[in-house]
């Protein structure tokens, strides 16, 4: 039985060949026997019609024989550029498996290559060859209504460094989270690579390297840069919220405290990471049995991450009573350079909030002991820096030491989650940037916590997105902070976690996005009416992939 092929429909403008090539609509063998002859796609697929649940066991057994996690990067970023429904429901439903996959740590490694694995285009590229021709470049977005973009302009990746164009691959793996993590429709995402050049000089003699292989911007040429898109973007897309990510520490700072109060606009580097690692800790609270207020830092990196802690971290003892000046004597910094002290000459700005009055100290241990620290925070891109010396010292002074090893990917970890829990003699209150799998010591077994961004960031972009908010603030992420640390459970705890765990994401997404839109309707952030039921509103709101039928059955 044949049906309507005299109706020639279409689904957005296509049919077809077309249609099995927009990832956004084709659902491969999912499309129904109707589908087929009225979509004029009879015969251009298998004659069986298939289910989403067994596209996603043909997806799985696939991902499984995979030998490598790059080879199974590569093979879900093309079924992304191929059947986006599917896609996202493989990693919504094993987010825990999936996440190491396309984001840290393997998205480094991505991106390392990124030019010797490129498949298909995605997202923008905006490149200092093209000046003066931004906002003509984003009309070529063929989805109008962008509400969230994540740019980069690749000059610090993870703890990589500059990879320049290469470095794509973080804002799409950041924004294919959006859409896991907090339900935005990825239609509404937007990445893009501020192609400023590069004095990686690998990249530069790399014959496949993928942005234009000239030194790098500097100075005011970079800045005509980033203004022209930002002017373009508030233009072209007025209700996008603007991502900085993986920017060099002089630019990031800089870059925020210029945009922050004129455009909707945050720093995840800076921002996101001082969100998380205080939700992590506010978090280890209920394991060491204590405030805020009685403990004190020591970082191991004096960059964006660090620097972003700081901040969030004085935020909270300022929230609990503390003046300024004492909350900021509360975070010491040790940069490549040696404890960062008033006395130094060679200080960047960002830097100047924590310098204390102390002799110079140019060791890490050394400033272990001097410092007396109860939490030791690693945020340098320098591998195995906590020595067991350090953890062993640290695991002296306290009952119950914090050890949190921040650095990404997981080849740039201060320490491993086994030598943390070992060396403390199973005391450790620890995290990482990147997954470690569970340590059993002495017949008990840890589950380390893992300070991943994606806790964070989607839920705030959703809060951002729904209240539709005129910029993001720090209250924002210090309430998102709140919420997340409170979000652990008791069984959690018991197997050491602090921060729930990722099959939860959506869960937590939803109420740090609650938190952030309570935030916008309280400050008058926005010119939205605040929903009775903001959580029903939200939740209705979130994108599910799910196949729609194009063709109703009659």
Sequence with gaps: MTYGFHLHLHVNGKRGVDLLHDPHINKGTAFTERERDVLGLRGLLPPRVSTLEQQVLRVLENIHRKPSDIEKFIYLVS???????????????????????????TVGQGCMEFGHIFRRPRGLYLSFKNKGRFREILTNWPYHDVRIIVITDGERILGLGDLGANGMGIPVGKLSLYTACAGIHPTQCLPVMLDCGTNNKALLSDPLYIGHPSPRLQGEPYDELVEEFFLAAREIFPKACIQLEDFGNANAFRLLNKYKERTCMFDDDIQGT?????????????ITGNRL?????????????????????????????????????????????????????????????????????????????????????????????????????????????????????????????????????????????????????????????????????????????????????????????????????????AMGRIYPRLDRIREVSVAIGVAVAEVAFRRGLTKLNRPDDLMGHMKARLYDPTYTEYIPRS
Aim: net charge negative; proline share 6%; aromatic share 10%.
């Design 293 to 493: 207020t009685d403990h004190k830092f020591l970082f191991l990196g004096a960059g964006e991450a660090g620097i972003g802690i700081g901040g969030q971290i004085v935020t909270g003892l300022m929230a609990e009573g503390m003046p300024e000046s004492e909350a900021k004597r509360r975070c010491w910094y040790v940069d490549i350079n040696g404890l960062i002290v008033k006395s130094r000459t060679d200080l960047a700005p960002h830097h100047l909030p924590f310098a204390h009055d102390h002799a110079f100290i140019g060791d890490f241990r050394q400033a272990v002991d001097a410092i007396a620290p109860t939490a030791i925070i690693g945020v340098s891109g320098a591998p195995k820096m906590f020595t067991r010396p350090i953890i062993e010292s640290m695991a002296r002074a306290n009952r119950r030491p914090i050890i949190f090893a921040l650095s990404n990917p997981t080849s740039k970890s201060e320490c491993t989650a086994e030598e943390a829990y070992t060396w403390s003699e199973g005391r450790a209150v620890f995290a990482s940037g990147s997954p470690f799998e569970p340590v059993t010591y002495k017949g008990k077994t840890f589950v380390p916590a893992q300070s991943n961004n994606s806790y964070i960031f989607p839920g705030v972009g959703l809060g951002v997105i729904i209240s539709e908010a005129a910029r993001v603030t720090d209250e924002m992420f210090f309430e998102a902070a709140k919420t997340l640390g409170g979000m652990v459970t008791e069984e959690e705890y």
């Design 79 to 105: 079924l992304q550029d191929r059947q986006e429904t599917l896609f996202y429901r493989v990693v919504m439903d094993n987010i825990e498996e999936m996440l190491p996959i396309i984001y840290t740590p």
């Design 274 to 286: 001082g969100s998380v690692a205080l939700a992590g800790l506010y978090s280890a609270l209920r």
